[in-house]
């Protein structure tokens, strides 16, 4: 039986619900803080972390279904790909500007996933990604539409459960703020 004096060490606040204790000493810290720059806990970037394995497993064929699915819900995006004009979606596997695309995009959404805990590199990460599109013209609506898209297709073909959901919800939210300040500025 561990006496109340020995919870006590290194000011941490200890629970004493079930796993509480235990908790604190697996995740190096409390699991459910939130971290003030990305808002997300260490429980929810686990939770991101570990449903994206299994997308990042097979980056290219997961990244095509993607990019497909965002081009059927939101045609209008399709016009941001030079390399796309007259091309069906049944011919996107053999274009290689295509799939250098691909592998760009599912890249730098791992770099992104990977690095959570340590958000200010992924909102530098994420500043670089909103300077190259404002380039593009591509608004914030765009990227609205893609984190439709994304959420859709994790419910339909990875059935997530609502907490991981939300988890995946606070990350991209987390991204998009970044985004969105270099996309909307005229630097
Ligand atoms: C979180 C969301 C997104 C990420 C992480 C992302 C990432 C990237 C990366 C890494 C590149 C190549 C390097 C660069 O130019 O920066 C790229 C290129 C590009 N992205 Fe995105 N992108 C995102 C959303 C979007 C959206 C919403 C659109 C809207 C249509 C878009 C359109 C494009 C286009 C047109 C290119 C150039 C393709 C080429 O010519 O090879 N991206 N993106």
Not at 145 to 165: C, G, N, P, S
Request: with cysteine; aromatic share 12%.
């Amino acid at each position: 039986m561990f006496r109340k004096s020995v919870y006590s060490v290194s000011n941490l606040k200890i629970k004493h619900t079930m796993g509480g204790w235990f908790s604190y000493v697996w995740w190096g810290g409390d699991p459910d803080a939130c971290d003030p720059i990305s808002g997300l806990t260490k429980r929810e970037i686990h939770a991101v972390q570990k449903s994206w394995a299994p997308v990042y497993a097979n980056p290219v064929a997961n990244g095509t279904e993607l990019l497909k699915r965002f081009f059927r819900a939101y045609p209008n995006n399709k016009t941001y790909f030079k390399m796309l004009t007259n091309i069906s979606e049944e011919q996107f596997s053999e274009n290689i500007q295509f799939k250098a695309h691909v592998v760009n995009l599912m890249s730098s959404l791992n770099l992104a996933v990977k690095n959570l805990d340590q958000p200010e590199v992924v909102a530098a990460l994420m500043v670089k990604i909103g300077d190259s599109h404002a380039k593009r013209h591509i608004k914030e609506q765009n990227f609205h539409e893609l984190k439709d898209v994304i959420v859709k297709m994790y419910i339909e073909v990875l059935k997530l459960d609502a907490t991981t959901l939300a988890a995946w919800g606070k990350a991209v939210d987390f991204w998009y703020k970044h985004i969105f300040v270099a996309l909307n500025s005229s630097r």
